[in-house]
């Protein structure tokens, strides 16, 4: 299982072979999917479905997604919960791991000899046939360079799809190289919407959003690491899966800039023991603290997945911290 870097040309072209052998196709983003594994389902499958190719979006949970990330072009068609059906190839999106496509991930490892992943996440430990893993700003910057590869024709509704998962993973391009400027500037040119599209996945708050961040924040911790204070946030998942991704990805802005805390974090249950974590600090370099711990990302906004009881993986975050010397402008 080779993880290929994002240097590798040879990557990009071999993905493009897989896609353009492939009559028909699944395209799978990850449980509890945020804009950018939204996004990416919907952009590979328009650029897909413009080459001639029958492509089914798929998402491997039975509930709902948040209703804002249905703004996405062609997002209320993904099925959820269901079988992969009969395809030539399965395609993961933005899942960092196979156990990411939830619950459709026995399906999916069934499609070893026939599995595609395309990600961003440098944690991805390669579990397709061929792994086209690109350490960019988001997985929607990935597929566009591929799209080159493969001689897709970007149109407004592909451009929005791409343009929903660059923005929020980067933050409203607060962290990030140069490049998401220049991807942002030439998917401006297709006429999107981007302040629409920043007021449904970004400013849009219901009442339900704000209970549930009331709560999250009643329950924020101020807990030592050495030197450090860190400022934790423990979300369940009985808790926030029914929420908007924007409602949950907005509890990092809270502790991100809290008075007299060094570093910011967000412990997001995905399922019982399963916790994406979020990062941010000016204080130390989190792309460092995240690498440590399986994850990665920028120097002041990173994340990683970890496993176990609530408390178990706090005490591990307070560790690594003590541990960590990088300042935050450092790579």
Request: proline share 4%; glycine share 10%.
């Amino acid at each position: 299982m080779t993880v290929s870097p994002a240097s590798d040309e040879a990557a990009y072209r071999r993905a493009a072979e897989m896609l353009t052998a492939a009559d028909a196709i699944a395209v799978v983003g990850h449980l509890r999917p945020d804009a950018d594994a939204i996004g990416s389902v919907m952009a590979l499958t328009l650029a897909m479905r413009q080459l001639g190719k029958t492509v089914t979006p798929m998402i491997g949970q039975p509930y709902p997604v948040a209703p804002n990330l249905l703004t996405i072009p062609g997002a209320g068609e993904i099925l959820l919960g269901e079988e992969i059906p009969d395809v030539d190839l399965v395609v993961t999106v933005d899942c960092g791991s196979i156990d990411r496509t939830g619950v459709l991930t026995d399906e999916v490892a069934a499609y070893r000899d026939r599995l595609l992943v395309i990600d961003h996440h440098v944690s991805n430990p390669g579990y397709g046939a061929h792994n086209l893993v690109d350490v960019r700003e988001s997985t929607t910057s990935v597929l566009r360079e591929l799209f080159h590869y493969l001689g897709v024709e970007l149109d407004e509704s592909i451009a929005h799809a791409l343009y929903a998962g660059l923005v929020t993973d980067t933050g409203s391009f607060r962290w990030g190289s140069p490049a998401m400027h220049t991807l942002a500037a030439e998917l401006m040119d297709y006429g999107i919407d981007i302040r629409e599209i920043a007021e449904e996945l970004l400013d849009k708050t219901s009442p339900a959003d704000l209970s549930m961040i009331g709560r999250a924040l009643a329950n924020i911790r101020l807990l030592p690491a050495g030197e450090r204070t860190v400022a934790v946030i423990m979300a369940s998942h009985k808790d926030i899966r029914t929420h908007s991704g924007a409602a949950v990805e907005r509890l990092i802005d809270f502790v991100r800039s809290l008075d007299g805390c060094d570093v910011g974090v967000v412990f997001k249950e995905q399922y019982d023991g399963g916790w994406a974590t979020s990062l941010r600090s000016t204080a130390i370099n989190v792309a460092d603290l995240a690498r440590s711990l399986g994850g990665g990302g920028h120097a002041e906004a990173a994340g990683y997945t970890v496993y176990g009881e609530a408390e178990d993986v706090v005490n591990q975050l307070l560790e690594s911290v003590a541990e960590i010397r990088g300042e935050a402008g450092e790579s």
